[in-house]
């Protein structure tokens, strides 16, 4: 999404931000009002409901779980997501409700684009990961870093925040247009020409060595959570941006993008589902938790059964 932000960040576009009509060009339909309040209403519900499930990915692996390298990624991802539809929410109410917002818009749609870019780098790091704990399994358990995972997710926290300041600020608070434009290329290039290609790639990396090979791989239900959850951002968090970019280019299309909001709502309020639904797959026990659903979601590998039957049996006595 970051790499066609121009439309959004440069204040004489300003109509063409999140909620507003982008048909306006002359011989184009206009957008439908009622069809622009029945999205901003959805959109502002499901991220109600994601802000929900977020929150509670957020409480449970933040103290009530075992952390692993894995889920402290994870944490950092729900971080994110929460933060996403927390600045979708605001603005949606504030569009829904016809406040005369300003600036504040625009600090809220810069928010917007920083917790984009940090969900989409954490979803990176962990493909990555995932796939290199697969092909060298010796390595990453002898010699990674115990505090490598945290290390990076600041690392990427700090890089996307970096990059969007700087498009807020020469982009916006002080208009420059080549600037501007060289800081938006940058964004993008990471965003689409390295980050995305290299998560599709070590993710299908990590499928075809795990379903393509003669040996047994036991992956545990963290490989169908990474890639359930790396599916669902391409299918629904990926529009967002290309409607933006066309946008920018001139391909200007009805009710574009606000079609891509509401899927990256989406997108973002699925990924609390994805973690329950692994969790509690094939489990036909009556009291069964969203705590023992995360702890099975995320288990590394499924060689760990001796202690995850431990684990489930003090979760399910206390």
């Known amino acids: ?55 509670m990915v957020l409480w449970y692996l933040g103290f009530r779980i075992r952390k692993n390298h894995f889920t402290v990624y994870i944490l950092n991802l729900a971080a994110a997501d929460f933060g996403y539809l927390l600045c979708i929410a605001i603005e949606t109410v504030q569009y829904l409700m016809q406040f005369n917002v300003g600036v504040q818009f625009g600090i809220f749609l810069f928010l917007d684009l920083f917790m984009y870019g940090t969900g989409l780098y954490l979803l990176t790091a962990i493909s990555i990961e995932r796939c290199l704990s697969v092909l060298c399994p010796i390595w990453c358990r002898s010699h990674r870093p115990t505090l490598l995972s945290g290390i990076i997710s600041g690392l990427l926290w700090g890089l996307s925040f970096l990059l ?75 529009p967002l941006s290309v409607l933006i970019l066309f946008d920018f280019l001139g391909y200007k299309f009805l009710y574009s993008p606000e079609i891509g909001f509401v899927l990256s709502c989406v997108n973002s309020s699925l990924n609390p589902v994805i973690y329950f639904l692994v969790g509690s797959y094939r489990d036909r026990r009556i009291k069964f938790t969203l705590k023992l659903a995360f702890q099975r979601a995320f288990e590394d590998s499924a060689d760990d059964k001796d202690e995850r039957e431990t684990r489930d049996t003090m979760t399910m006595s206390s």
Do not use: W
């Open 1 to 55: 999404m970051n790499s066609s932000a121009t439309s959004i960040f440069l204040p004489t576009a300003a109509s063409q931000a999140h909620g507003m009509n982008h048909s306006g060009a002359v011989g184009k339909p206009e957008a439908s009002y009622a069809v622009l309040k029945f999205m901003e209403s959805f959109c502002l519900i499901s991220a109600a409901c994601g802000m929900v499930g977020n929150g």
């Open 164 to 238: 969007n300041t700087l498009g807020y600020v020469l982009c916006t608070l002080r208009p420059s247009a080549k600037s501007c434009q060289l800081v938006l290329i940058t964004i993008g290039a990471l965003d689409f020409l390295f980050c995305t290609p290299l998560m599709l790639l070590f993710s299908l990396t990590l499928f075809l060595r795990v379903k393509c090979s003669s040996q047994n791989i036991r992956t545990g239900r963290l490989f169908t959570v990474i890639m359930l959850t790396v599916l669902f951002f391409i299918i629904f968090a990926v």
